[in-house]
């Protein structure tokens, strides 16, 4: 009887254990596309992410540097002052999208120009994206806002 009871304890051990793998194995395939890291253009600029690699970068809409091209595609620089990236967009951007302002976009640098699938810009007056500041912190060009 000790016997029957030692091996049935084994085979639910395993059992839970494979199960324990599955699921692994399941969250991580559903979330491969989900996670999109954030770097600041210097970073970008210093270690260029492979072209297949979907990321955030943000930074500053670099003055003088927003171009408008045929329908909805929109060029523009942004950077942290250290460097700068090119940044290609076809679609609209947020109201508060503007020069000198804060930016958050999703996409795949292709080139050297990051292609954005997604822009999102600041939602008021004196917010900025956590990511953001802290790029410009590190870079020694962050100006805390007057108010």
Do not use: C, W
């Amino acid at each position: 009887m000790k016997g029957l009871k030692k091996k049935r304890r084994i085979q639910i051990i395993i059992l839970a254990f494979v199960a324990l793998g599955i699921s692994t194995g399941l969250i991580g395939y559903g979330m491969r596309d989900g996670i999109n890291f954030f770097r600041a253009p210097s970073q970008v600029v210093a270690e260029p992410p492979p072209e297949t690699e979907t990321f955030r970068i943000g930074g500053l809409v670099e003055e003088g540097s927003i171009q408008r091209g045929q329908g909805e595609v929109i060029s523009f620089r942004v950077t942290d002052g250290g460097a700068t990236v090119p940044v290609v967009f076809a679609g609209i951007l947020p109201d508060l999208f503007s020069e000198n302002q804060g930016m958050i976009g999703t996409g795949r640098l292709v080139n050297g120009v990051f292609e954005a699938s997604e822009i999102l810009a600041k939602h008021d007056e004196t917010y900025m994206p956590k990511e953001v500041m802290d790029a410009l912190k590190a870079q020694g060009v962050y100006k805390e806002p007057n108010g």
